[in-house]
Structures are given as structure tokens and as C-alpha cells.
């Protein structure tokens, strides 16, 4: 099997169901949008793992450097008020 | 034609399909059309199994679908000579899917509203199948036909070579349905927005259905049927 260098990689989000968020689920090759969303189907959702797609070019993907990883991350480690955890819940609260 | 013979027909149509579209696998131009490829494969042999299955049980001679699909040498074969061409190169399969999944597509819509009820049962599931397999074939003609110089002269070539065959999937095999127009329908505006000839009528060879095959089609049946040969009944 050849390589392609011409066709673009394509980021694929599947929706697993109603009411849930589009999740990634990987990438593929493709030469446009609707062959990508084509494909993602026969890759991604042939279990049926899916009831929506996106497709998104990855070139367009704006990603954070792994080298901002302190300036970006770190300072929210020490900041436990944050996090909800100084609550007594109520009896009786069993969604939280 | 009797029901056997009609269902045996359907049958065998989608058997060898599948049979030639799995000859894909790990050949394939792209990973990703690998995997397409091998799964309209594995659709058409779904089909092949239930069709098969009820030929057998209509025949009621104890056959099942491993029975008439391993052990029926090629000229009881009835299915068109269509799908049983070599492959050639990728834009001949895509004008060989093409011109078949428009047709069983078509087929299948008519059987969900006919009178026999198992049939209708399993064109409900293979119409959706199909749509899909008529959806890609469609997006890879356009795109190679309306594509580089060397794209479109292989679409227009193996749309040249197919062609003559598809005359034979409109002889009559169901009853009252008659699918050459509305094939027609579906697959000229494809061929005119690929920027492609649609090819003049003119030769039209047929025997399928009476079990006359082309040359290539003993050497397919020999590769499908060779493990249950060696190994009859043979389970893992």
C-alpha cells in the first residue's frame, strides 16, 4: 500500500449518542470533506458506536506546545478551592 | 422462473459480489477505501446468507446456504455475468459498483413492498445497504471522472468495459419488476456530472441466469469453494 502525501489527515468526532458531546475517536485520510465523513463511518462508527460525525481538516486544529505545559497547567495545581470538594451534600443528592 | 430459481439468482448475485469486492482486501489504493471496500463485501455476503438460506428452504431438498454456496459447481451458478468480472483497476470496480448497486438498490426497494414476505423482510435491511454502496460508488465516479486526465480516461474505460453486462441484469428475474428505466434514471445524471460518455448500447451478453459463466468466473468459484472442499463441514 502506497502512501498518499496528497491526501489531507481529518480529525473525526462521534457523537455516541443523543445528549452526549462529540467525542474524537481518531483520524483518517481523505481527499475532501464528504469522503472524509464517507470513511469515518466505515472506520469509526461500524460497531455501532455512533448516531452523528464531524469531520474536522487537521491543519485547522489550533493545538497548546507541549513546551507552555508549566505556564498552562501547573498554576491550577495547587488551587484546590477550584474544586466543589468543600460541600456537604445534602441527604438524599445522588446525581453530583 | 420458479421462486427457487428467482431467490437462487438474487442469491448468487450478491455471493459472488461479495466474493470479487473481498478480492480488495489489503489491495486496496488507501487504508481507508480498504476498509470500505471490505465492508460492502461483508453487506453482500449478509445478503448472499439469507437469500441462500431461503432458496434452500423454498427448494426443500435439505439444502442450506453453505450447501449451495460450496458445493454447486460453476454452471449451477445462476447469477449475472456482471459480477463476476475481474476487477481490472479501481475505476473499473467503481463503474462495476456502480451499475450493480444502483440495480439491487432498485431491487430491493421493490421487493420491501412485494407479496412474499421473507423477501421483503430482507431487502428491508439490504435497502439501506445498498443506498450506501450506491453513495460510494457514486462519490468515487464523480471524482475520478471529473478528475485528472488519466482518472477520467480509466472511469470512461471501465465503464466501457462493464456496461455491456449490465443488460443482463434487467431480464426479468421477479415478476412485474422492471428496473431498466429507473436504473437509467439514477445512473445517467452521475455519469453526466462525472463528465463521462454514457456508452451506446449495443452488444449485450447473457447466460447467467441459464449458468453460463465468462472464463474467469471457474477460477472465483474454485477459490471460494476450496477450504469446504478440502475440508467438508469443516468448523473453527
Known sequence: MTESPDWPLWEVFVRARRGVAHTHAGSLHAPDA????????????????????????????AASSPDEKDSLFDPAADKAYRHPTFFQLPEGVEHL | MNLFDQVLALGDDALVAAQRMSEWCAR??????????????????GQARELLSYAGSVEGAGRDEDALAYLRDSNEFRNAQLVELPNGDFATTVAKMLCFAVYQNLLYQALVDGPDAVLARIAAKAVKETKYHVDHAVLWTLRLGDGTVESHQ????????VWPFTHELFEPVVPGVSLRAPWLAVVEPVLRSATLRRPLDGWAPTGGRQGIHTEAFSYLVMELQVVHRAYPGGRW
Open chain 2, 28 to 45: 486496496a489504493p488507501q487504508l481507508e477505501e480498504d476498509v470500505a471496500l471490505s465492508n460492502i463485501a461483508l453487506d453482500l455476503l
Open chain 1, 34 to 61: 464528504a469522503m472524509a465523513l464517507h470513511n469515518a463511518r466505515d472506520l469509526y462508527t461500524r460497531r455501532s458506536e455512533g448516531v452523528s460525525i464531524w469531520v474536522v481538516p487537521t491543519a485547522t486544529i
Open chain 2, 154 to 161: 480509466r472511469m470512461q474505460a471501465g465503464l466501457d468495459d
